[in-house]
C-alpha cells in the first residue's frame, strides 16, 4: 500500500515527501501506525552519506511509536490497538550464537536495520519511520508501557535509550559504584538518567560550564569539566565504569586514567575520524580495560523499557513538524538541541 513518507533522493538535497511502498501484512507482521518518530544522529550521517553506503531514496528513523492497526494471522504478542515501539533492527538471521542468545544486533550474518537495510520489499532496502506506518515482523516488535502523554518522549529510548542501558547493565553498574558519563547530549542525557535509577554514583563529564546545572537536573551527583586539568586529576584512578557517549575525536588517555584497577571504558559513539591511539601503558599498569557496545538486542530493548516505565524515564525532547527535519539537522551538527528531536508523524500529509 501507498504511504506518505520524508526521504532524501540523493546525499546533497534536502529530504522531501514522497510516496513508499509497505508490504501487506504477512501472517507473523505487525502493522504500526506512526505517532512519533526519534531523530537520532545516524539519520543524518545515512542521509548525507557520511558514512558511504546509502542505498536512495534513504528514508531514516528507527525511533518509532505508534499502535497497532493490523496483524497477520499467525502473530500471538500484540493486538489492534496496542501501544508499541520499532528500534533500530526489523531483522536478523535468527540461528547464529549472537541471535540465539537474544543478541541480534551482533547477528554474525548481520542484522537488518530499520533502514537501509536488505529486504524484498520494494525498492530493494528498507524504509525507516519518517512515515506514516511501517509493517515489521512481530519478532522485532516492543511493548511500550508508559502512559499515552508520554509517548513522543519514550520514542528516543528505542535508540539513546537502550544503546546507553545495555552497556549499564553488561558491566553490572549499580549501588556502590561510580560511573562516568562522558558527553551530555542525546545519549548521555540518557546515560546519567540511567545509571542514577540504577543506584550508582554518577559523574557527568562535560566541556562546558553552561551545562553543570543541567546534568544535576538529570541525576548527576557531580560534574566534570573535562576541559579542566585540577578538576579531571581530582578523579584519578575512581571509576569503576565509564561510559564516553561522544562521537567525536578526542583523548582516551584522559579518560581511562580516572578507571580504578580493573575499570572499564566503554565507547558507544562512532567518531567521523578515529580517536587518537590509547596508551597501552594505562591499560597494562591497572589491568583497566577499553570495549565497546552496540545498541541492544529485542530482550534486553524490552527490559529496558519496562525499566523506564517503572522508573517514570523518558528522553527530553524537542517536537517538529516533519517539514522542519532539514532544520533539525542543521541544528543538531551545532549540538543546538535539548536533548533529542521527535517527529509528530501527524505532521506528514
Not at 558491566?171 to 543506584?199: D, E, F, S
Request: net charge negative; proline share 5%; with cysteine.
Amino acid at each position: 500500500m501507498n504511504t506518505k513518507a520524508y526521504g532524501a533522493r540523493a546525499a546533497d538535497v534536502p529530504l522531501e515527501s514522497m510516496d513508499i511502498v509497505r508490504r501487506t501484512p504477512g501472517p507473523r507482521d505487525v502493522q504500526v501506525e506512526i505517532r512519533y518518530c526519534g531523530v537520532c544522529h545516524s539519520d543524518l550521517h545515512t542521509v548525507r552519506s557520511e558514512w558511504g553506503g546509502t542505498l536512495y531514496p534513504c528514508v531514516p528513523g528507527h525511533e518509532i511509536v505508534g499502535h497497532v492497526s493490523a496483524v497477520g494471522g499467525e502473530v500471538t504478542k500484540f493486538k489492534v490497538g496496542q501501544t508499541v515501539g520499532v528500534g533500530c533492527l526489523v531483522g536478523s538471521c535468527r540461528k547464529c550464537a549472537s541471535c540465539k542468545e537474544g543478541l541480534e544486533q551482533y547477528c554474525e550474518v548481520g542484522f537488518v536495520g530499520t533502514y537501509n537495510g536488505p529486504t524484498d520489499d520494494p525498492p530493494g532496502h528498507t524504509l525507516g519511520g519518517y512515515t506514516q506506518r511501517i509493517v515489521v515482523d512481530q519478532d522485532f516488535v516492543l511493548e511500550i508501557r508508559h502512559p499515552e502523554d508520554q509517548l513522543a518522549a519514550v520514542a528516543p529510548l528505542l535508540c539513546a535509550g537502550i544503546t546507553t542501558y545495555s552497556p549499564l547493565r553488561h558491566w553490572k553498574v549499580g549501588p556502590g559504584q561510580k560511573v562516568g558519563i562522558v558527553g551530555i547530549g542525546g545519549l548521555g542525557h540518557m546515560g546519567i538518567k540511567l545509571a542514577h535509577a540504577m543506584g550508582a554514583h554518577v559523574v557527568a563529564f562535560t566541556t562546558s560550564e553552561s551545562k553543570r546545572q543541567d546534568a544535576h537536573d538529570l541525576g548527576a551527583d557531580e560534574v566534570v569539566i573535562s576541559r579542566d586539568p585540577a578538576q579531571m586529576k581530582a578523579h584519578t584512578r575512581s571509576f569503576d565504569f565509564i561510559l564516553d557517549t561522544v562521537a567525536a575525536s578526542h583523548d582516551i588517555d584522559a579518560l581511562t586514567s580516572l578507571l580504578k584497577r580493573d575499570g572499564t571504558l566503554c565507547v558507544v559513539g562512532v567518531p567521523e575520524h578515529p580517536h587518537p591511539s590509547p596508551s597501552v601503558a594505562v591499560l597494562i599498569f591497572g589491568r583497566r580495560s577499553i570495549a565497546g557496545s552496540l545498541i541492544g538486542g529485542i530482550p534486553e530493548t524490552q527490559e529496558m523499557l519496562d525499566f523506564c516505565a517503572e522508573h517514570g524515564i523518558v528522553s527530553d525532547i524537542e517536537m517538529i513538524p516533519m517539514q522542519d527535519i532539514d532544520k533539525a539537522y542543521d541544528r543538531m551538527v551545532k549540538s543546538d538541541v535539548k536533548y533529542r528531536f521527535v517527529i509528530d508523524s501527524q505532521t506528514l500529509r
